[in-house]
Structures are given as C-alpha cells and as structure tokens.
C-alpha cells in the first residue's frame, strides 16, 4: 500500500502565520523550565464536550469552535505542566503511547489540519470553490481491525453513511472511544520527544492556528469545507471543534497513564 501523501504546504506554509511543521531544533538544558499556566489568560471558559455551543451564527460559530479548541489546549498543558522527562516516555504496556507521544500525535494531527485549512483559504482567495476533497490515501485514518489496504474501497460506502450521521452524534464518537481507531500515518507520533519540546510545539502550534485564522478573519470560514469518508465534512469551525474533541479525548488517555500503576514518581 502506498503511503498517505503528505499536504503540499505540510513542510511550508504561510507566513503570515509563522508556522514551521518539523519539530523545533533547540538545544535544551537538563533542567526543565517554567512554563505559565495562563498562555490564554482573559479568556472565556470553554464549553463542556458535546454540549450546545454549535450556532448558526457563523461569526460566533467561528469564534465558539475558536475558543474551545484553546481552552481545551489549556486543560491539556495544565495536565504535563509538571510532569518530567521520565514521566513523558513512560509506557504502560507493550505497542501503547506514552504521554510524549500522544502530545506529539497531537500536534502532528494540528499542524496537518492546518495544512488543509490553508489550501482552503487559498482557493477562497483565488477565487474557486473552496471544498477540499480527501480521500484515504491523503489521510488514512480508520476503524481499528479493518486493514487500512482496503480503505479505498470503503470511500464510497463511508461517505453515503456520514450523509446520515447527525452532528451530535459525530461529535459523541470523536470524544469517547465508542468506536476504536487507528490514527493516520502522518500523525504517528515519535518516540523520547523532549518534554519542553512537546510543550512548547503544544503552544506553538495553537498559536500558528491562531494567526492564520486571525490573519483571514475577513473570509468566511463556514464556506470553507474539508471532506473525508470517515470524519465527514467539516468547515473550518466544524474542524476546530473536531480538533478539540479529539484532543478532550486524548486527554482520558493521558488520565489513564497517570494513574497508571508503575508509573515514575516526580523527581
């Protein structure tokens, strides 16, 4: 099976908002640093999961979708703020994440999902119709147990049944684990990451999705759409709010290794 291709602005994208997708090449001190709590002081508390805050006010849906995907990325720095080098590579079994590595799962799924929101943006801009269509050969996410060999020729019947999948309901099976599923290639995360790397990319790329957007405020974003078999479509509100679901379920992930039995004591 050939591999997911990689988004032609994965490895370059706009300046304007001062993104770099590879993981950051500083040289860190054995100590580990300080990092503020409140990277997002003086905003609104986000909304619980899955709860009401869809509108039809496109702007509020924007600043909505805007501001819980930076709430819940607060929630998750809060979670690792403290936790050492030690503690971030702990594996509590055989072929599962560590804490690293869903961070870095995490920022990888961001910084693709930028990638998609800007090719949006540029057809805007250009003029055509702003739909990205993907398949799983762009992302290859799936169901766990089917063989990612044969999604291909799952599209067709996976779009026909998202047709008929409420909003709701989408976002219920994002946040829990209802249906088990097998991360795409390009978000596979890497091992014994630095630990202020992690934090810093978990800010940064928060950040880079930030200035792009705030860089376009003048676009509509809920004509902008990203489709896929499995995940459905979704506006550029809709997919901040898919990345945030996302993220509140990694969360329980993490949860979990923490109260992990063997898991390292601070230091």
């Given amino acids: 099976m050939s591999r997911p291709s990689r988004p032609r602005n994965f490895d370059r994208l706009d300046p304007a908002a001062n993104v770099q997708i590879e993981s950051l090449k ?31 006010d496109e702007g509020g849906k924007y600043r909505s979708a805007l501001e819980f995907h930076r709430q ?3 929630q998750t720095l809060a979670m690792v703020r403290e936790l050492s080098q030690t503690q971030m590579d702990f594996v509590a079994a055989h072929k599962k994440w ?12 961001q910084r693709l999902n930028l990638c998609y929101i800007m090719e949006v943006i540029g057809m805007k ?11 799983f ?56 990451r630095p630990a202020d790397e992690l ?3 978990l800010i940064s790329s928060l950040k880079e999705t930030e200035a792009l957007l705030e860089s376009n405020a003048g676009l509509d ?42 898991f390292p004591g601070s230091a």
Avoid: W
Avoid at 125 to 135: S, Y
């Fill in 137 to 192: 050969k762009d992302v290859d996410v799936s169901i766990s147990y089917v063989p990612k060999s044969i999604l291909p020729a799952l599209e067709i019947p996976f779009t026909i049944f998202n047709i008929f999948v409420p909003n709701s309901v989408r976002d219920f099976m994002t946040r829990y684990r209802l249906v088990p599923a097998q991360n795409a290639e390009l978000t596979t995360p890497r091992r014994s």
């Fill in 199 to 201: 934090r810093d990319d």
């Fill in 98 to 109: 560590s804490v690293g590595e869903v961070l870095d799962h995490l920022i990888l799924g």
């Fill in 26 to 56: 500083r040289a860190k001190g054995g100590r580990r640093r300080k990092m503020s709590a409140n990277f997002t002081a003086n905003r609104a508390h986000a909304d619980p999961c899955c709860n009401g805050s869809r509108t039809n």
């Fill in 72 to 74: 819940t990325r607060a």
């Fill in 125 to 135: 801009k250009a003029g055509h119709r702003p739909v990205l269509p993907l398949g």
């Fill in 221 to 262: 974003f809920s004509e902008m759409i990203i489709q896929h078999p499995l995940l459905g479509n979704n506006d550029v509100p809709g997919l901040l709010r898919f990345l945030a679901l996302h993220e509140q379920r990694h969360q329980s992930q993490i949860e979990s290794l923490l109260r992990s039995p063997g």
